[in-house]
């Protein structure tokens, strides 16, 4: 049977791009390289928020916030179905300096975010060499997700729904004709569907291959070293000039992360790991007698300014694509999925959504 859709990559945004779907009643076959929901998706911290959201265009805190509006509802209804909780929580975002008071004051007064002065350094026994007398502040409403059970409950919801994930399945071509895909070709079968959606990450555009256009969409490696508390360290994810820490509910605690563009290299080097060590022992003495139980790294698929690509291709009538979502894909992932399913339903979009589809850069 020929699906409605087959979405190519099953990281989050292809599952949640699938689920969304399959609410709509239509069939859908996602076809994963590897495992579902084991690259970026499982690699990423889980921060609900950009960091600093004074730094990227409107373009990007206009999706992060409608998605971030669906966010309690969406994983309500997944942890009930799914019995797999995501760990979704609100614990506030703190950012030490330094920072530009300014421009967060600002931002935040636009957009009507809370926004509270603390005191810094975080805990008493900090070093005192290292003592900084600025004020830390802290966003409060900023939630994290467990991004690992994330992707599993996604998984089995998608396949509670009737979703066909079959993994082990590299889409290596696009069949063409008349300008629309009439297969994509695997190791051992091509597969057919009314409509193809694209989410396949930071090798989107290798997929793409000739139709890629002008797209932008690299592999930007990101590291990140884990902990282990007997209970929770902090409360509020930290955040100090790009690198943070996660606190997890059960005491892990992530430090991240590296920017490295480097091609689709997925090692890890010890220089990152002195970095994000070095800088995070500063912060948590507590950190000086432990050691990292594990290292990762992943590869966001990265976009000029962290502007997704989401819509239809500009020429292939049956293609759509969902991807380029950079350091930002587990905020976005909801509101991406809605703002595809919009269009390709023809449905009023709740706020302008072109500027995501303008990564095709026609004009070069
Ligand atoms: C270190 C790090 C920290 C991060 N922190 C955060 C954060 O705090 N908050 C946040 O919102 N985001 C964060 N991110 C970014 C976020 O993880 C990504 O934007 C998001 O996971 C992208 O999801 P995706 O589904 O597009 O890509 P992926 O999760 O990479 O999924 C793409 C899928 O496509 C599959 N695929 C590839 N090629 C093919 C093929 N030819 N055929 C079939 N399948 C294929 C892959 O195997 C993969 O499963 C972080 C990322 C990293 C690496």
């Given at each position: 049977m020929v699906s409605d859709f087959i979405v190519i990559g099953a990281g989050i945004v292809g599952l949640s791009t699938a689920l969304r779907l399959l609410k709509e009643g239509a069939s859908v076959t996602l076809l994963e390289r590897h495992e579902a929901g084991r690259e970026a998706s499982w690699a990423?911290?889980?921060?609900?928020?950009?960091?600093?959201?004074?730094?990227?265009?409107d373009t990007v805190n206009r999706l992060v916030t409608f998605s971030m509006s669906l966010y309690p509802e969406w994983i309500a209804a997944l942890s009930t179905a799914t019995e797999i909780d995501p760990e979704y929580h609100v614990c506030g975002l703190l950012v030490l300096p330094p920072y530009d008071l300014d421009k967060a004051v600002s931002w935040c007064t636009a957009h009507a975010a809370p926004l509270i002065y603390q005191p810094f350094p975080l805990s008493p026994s900090h070093d005192h060499a290292q003592q900084q007398t600025d004020q830390a502040l802290l966003l409060p409403d900023i939630a994290q997700v467990r991004n690992p059970c994330l992707s599993q409950a996604l998984y089995k919801r998608v396949k509670q729904l009737g979703g066909n994930i079959i993994e082990?399945?590299?889409?290596q071509k696009l069949d063409t004709t008349r300008q629309e895909i009439r297969s994509v070709r695997t190791p051992h079968k091509t597969f057919s569907a009314n409509r193809y959606i694209l989410s396949a990450g930071a090798w989107s555009k290798q997929i793409l291959g000739?139709?890629?256009?002008?797209i932008e969409i690299k592999p930007i490696r990101g590291q990140i070293l884990l902990y282990k508390f007997p209970e929770r360290p902090l409360h509020s994810v930290v955040l100090q000039q790009g690198l943070y820490l996660i606190p997890r509910c059960d005491g892990h605690l992530l430090v991240g992360s590296t920017i490295e563009d480097i091609g689709f290299d997925k090692g890890i080097t010890p220089e990152a790991k002195d970095k994000l060590s070095g800088w995070a022992k500063q912060l948590?003495?507590?950190?000086?007698?432990m050691s990292p139980l594990k290292h990762w790294s992943g590869l966001r698929p990265g976009t000029p300014d962290n502007i997704p690509v989401i819509g239809a291709h500009p020429f292939l009538k049956n293609l759509y694509i969902n991807s380029g979502?950079?350091?930002y894909g587990v905020t976005m992932a909801p509101g991406s999925a809605e703002i595809l399913t919009n269009e390709i339903m023809k449905r009023a979009q709740?706020?302008?959504?072109?500027p995501y589809q303008q990564g095709w850069n026609l004009f070069g």
């Amino acid at each position: 049977m020929v699906s409605d859709f087959i979405v190519i990559g099953a990281g989050i945004v292809g599952l949640s791009t699938a689920l969304r779907l399959l609410k709509e009643g239509a069939s859908v076959t996602l076809l994963e390289r590897h495992e579902a929901g084991r690259e970026a998706s499982w690699a990423g911290g889980g921060i609900l928020s950009p960091l600093c959201p004074w730094n990227y265009p409107d373009t990007v805190n206009r999706l992060v916030t409608f998605s971030m509006s669906l966010y309690p509802e969406w994983i309500a209804a997944l942890s009930t179905a799914t019995e797999i909780d995501p760990e979704y929580h609100v614990c506030g975002l703190l950012v030490l300096p330094p920072y530009d008071l300014d421009k967060a004051v600002s931002w935040c007064t636009a957009h009507a975010a809370p926004l509270i002065y603390q005191p810094f350094p975080l805990s008493p026994s900090h070093d005192h060499a290292q003592q900084q007398t600025d004020q830390a502040l802290l966003l409060p409403d900023i939630a994290q997700v467990r991004n690992p059970c994330l992707s599993q409950a996604l998984y089995k919801r998608v396949k509670q729904l009737g979703g066909n994930i079959i993994e082990h399945c590299e889409v290596q071509k696009l069949d063409t004709t008349r300008q629309e895909i009439r297969s994509v070709r695997t190791p051992h079968k091509t597969f057919s569907a009314n409509r193809y959606i694209l989410s396949a990450g930071a090798w989107s555009k290798q997929i793409l291959g000739e139709h890629a256009l002008n797209i932008e969409i690299k592999p930007i490696r990101g590291q990140i070293l884990l902990y282990k508390f007997p209970e929770r360290p902090l409360h509020s994810v930290v955040l100090q000039q790009g690198l943070y820490l996660i606190p997890r509910c059960d005491g892990h605690l992530l430090v991240g992360s590296t920017i490295e563009d480097i091609g689709f290299d997925k090692g890890i080097t010890p220089e990152a790991k002195d970095k994000l060590s070095g800088w995070a022992k500063q912060l948590l003495p507590e950190l000086r007698g432990m050691s990292p139980l594990k290292h990762w790294s992943g590869l966001r698929p990265g976009t000029p300014d962290n502007i997704p690509v989401i819509g239809a291709h500009p020429f292939l009538k049956n293609l759509y694509i969902n991807s380029g979502h950079f350091r930002y894909g587990v905020t976005m992932a909801p509101g991406s999925a809605e703002i595809l399913t919009n269009e390709i339903m023809k449905r009023a979009q709740p706020f302008d959504t072109t500027p995501y589809q303008q990564g095709w850069n026609l004009f070069g």
